[in-house]
């Protein structure tokens, strides 16, 4: 299995999302060891390990091989076997090197909302933004499930957290804690569910809330508040076997990321959809890795990030990773960055084919984006949902 040859060579297409093709690993694997093989495996539901022919249809991971003597100069983008605790370390790492260098597109200006309240993860207590000076905050977003068997959080009426949490919100407070956070907020926590008035209000600013967040942890795993974040808790991730061999090494790295995102129940719903459209960062996780995404790059445990700041996979554009994974890729026939009207269209479109409980939030669930889209220099603003262009802004264009 192992050659000399470019790993453009030995990478075959094919695994992930079609849509995808391979242009996640093919963005890294320009700057690799041009001595590390690469190979695209196709899981088999009657064998896992089985190499299969491209073209079959099975559930897809990547197997990578590297060599025992590789080059220093390329260990930096050493591919590394996922362990079974996510790796805390190259995730600080993901956040500092994106608010250190990727400036406005993914480090905008924001501040608390009026109304709104934060989990202190340290005190265990719920908080309300007037009493701190400039916090920052990480968010979750996460499928709350079946009402019936995930009944609601009942808040005492005191500001300390219930002695009982959903799995992935405890899960979410340590990760908080692990990323050297000290504020934590959860919709379900964070707004009050039982005051009409104040529900209402925070929805309505859904797109600044996970917008000013530092960082949106993101639950794809499972169908509920208590399936947790795979590796954090008591939730095991996939076991990904390792093989040594003389002429290296053999170990799976899982799936595209955006594959097991958007084959995830979180990708399918709408109140969801938002809270991850709106955040400026998001730490992904699933039952195989954890993955980052931001306007300008993206990272996973499999193929850190390189500490090296002069490396050219550090500098490569990697943004099309972000808009590939929201569909917002334009074709030969509409420009970059998409026309007003055609951003529009092409958020709501996505976000109608997805699902929530109650149909009568359907307006309340794209509040956020609604409220984005008619921010800016370039207005999309709307009547119940019907966008008019209000054009840019100064410009004498009647209303």
């Known amino acids: 299995m192992m050659s000399h040859q470019s790993p453009f060579h030995q990478l075959r297409y094919g695994f992930g999302d079609e849509r995808f093709n391979s242009d996640w690993i093919f963005s890294k694997a320009a700057y690799v ?6 190979r695209a495996a196709f899981e088999s539901p009657k064998s896992p ?12 991971t990547i197997v990578l091989c590297t060599p025992p003597d590789a ?3 390329y260990t930096f983008w050493m591919p590394f076997p996922l362990q079974e605790v996510p790796n805390y370390t190259a995730a600080r790492a993901w956040l500092n090197e994106c608010q250190t260098n990727h400036g406005a597109d993914c ?10 309240h934060l989990i202190d993860v340290l005190d265990s207590r719920i908080v309300d933004v007037k009493d701190l000076l400039s916090p920052r905050w990480l968010a979750l977003s996460y499928v709350w499930g079946n009402a019936t068997h995930c009944p609601p959080i009942q808040i005492s009426g005191t500001d300390m957290l219930p002695d009982h949490l959903p799995k992935t919100v405890e899960d979410a407070i340590e990760v908080t804690k692990r990323l050297d956070y000290r504020y934590l907020w959860v919709d ?3 707004i009050d569910q039982l005051d009409p008035s104040h529900r209402a209000s925070q929805v309505r600013k859904m797109d600044l809330i996970y917008q000013g967040a530092d960082l949106t942890i993101v639950a794809s795993y499972g169908d509920n508040k208590n399936c947790g974040l795979p590796g954090v808790g008591t939730t095991p991730r996939m076991e990904h076997p390792v093989v040594h061999i003389d002429s290296g090494t053999v170990f799976s790295i899982g799936p595209d990321p955006r594959s097991s995102l958007r084959s995830s129940t979180w990708w399918t719903r709408a109140w969801t ?3 991850g459209y709106l955040s400026k960062r998001l730490l992904v996780f699933t039952d195989h890795q954890m993955t980052f995404f931001c306007r300008q790059a993206a990272w996973m445990e ?3 990030l390189p500490p090296d700041r002069n490396s050219a996979a550090l500098n490569a554009d990697l943004s099309h990773l972000w808009t590939s994974l929201w569909d917002l890729r334009s074709s030969p026939y509409i420009p970059t960055p998409l026309p007003p009207l055609i951003r529009f269209e ?11 409980s109650d149909p009568r939030d359907a307006l309340n669930a794209a509040a956020g984006v609604l409220h984005h889209l008619g921010q800016g220099d370039d207005q999309v603003l709307n009547f119940v949902g019907l966008p008019y262009y209000r054009g840019p802004k100064g410009a004498e264009i009647p209303i």
Do not use: H, K
């Open 107 to 116: 480090n905008s200006l924001s501040n608390p909302v009026q109304g709104m």
């Open 302 to 304: 499999a193929l850190p």
């Open 346 to 356: 092409t958020l709501i479109i996505q976000y109608i084919d997805r699902d929530m």
């Open 71 to 73: 080059d220093p100069v």
């Open 49 to 60: 390990w089985a190499f299969e022919p491209v073209e079959e249809n099975w559930a897809r």
């Open 33 to 38: 060891s041009p001595s590390m093989s690469m």
């Open 273 to 275: 959809f938002q809270e």
């Open 188 to 190: 379900e926590l964070c």
